[in-house]
Nanobody, 120 residues
Framework: QVQLVESGGGLVQPGGSLRLSCAASGFTFSNYAMNWYRQAPGKERELVAAITSAGGSTKYADSVKGRFTISRDNAKKLVYLEMNSLKPEDTAVYYC?????????????WGQGTQVTVSS
């Protein structure tokens, strides 16, 4: 059974930090690229950060570059999103996503999301 379970969300003041974690199970984690998405009320879901299966390459949305860092631990089947200098506009539900695409195959898994609220 495939599972992605996010944790670490919560309420934080502007300028603060949070570290999100996503625990994976039920699939070969090291074969999958991992992504963090977010969705704010009334807005479409957007890609925040991505990391390749071996962790050698990352990319970020322009809005979070220099503030957020994605990382992974393939031995522990965990992916992280370190968020610093948080702004009210970072308020959203953050989702962990696992993606495998190879040849004719594509597998796409999602977590249930964790709420991040940035407010004073």
């Amino acid at each position: 059974q495939v599972q992605l379970v996010e944790s670490g969300g919560g309420l934080v003041q502007p300028g603060g930090s949070l570290r999100l974690s996503c625990a994976a199970s039920g699939f070969t984690f090291s074969n999958y690229a991992m992504n963090w998405y977010r969705q704010a009320p009334g807005k479409e879901r957007e890609l925040v950060a991505a990391i390749t299966s071996a962790g050698g390459s990352t990319k970020y949305a322009d809005s979070v570059k220099g503030r957020f860092t994605i990382s992974r631990d393939n031995a522990k089947k965990l992916v992280y999103l370190e968020m610093n200098s948080l702004k009210p506009e970072d308020t959203a539900v953050y989702y962990c996503n696992a993606l495998f695409s190879g040849g004719p195959y594509k597998y796409d898994y999602w977590g249930q999301g964790t709420q991040v609220t940035v407010s004073s």
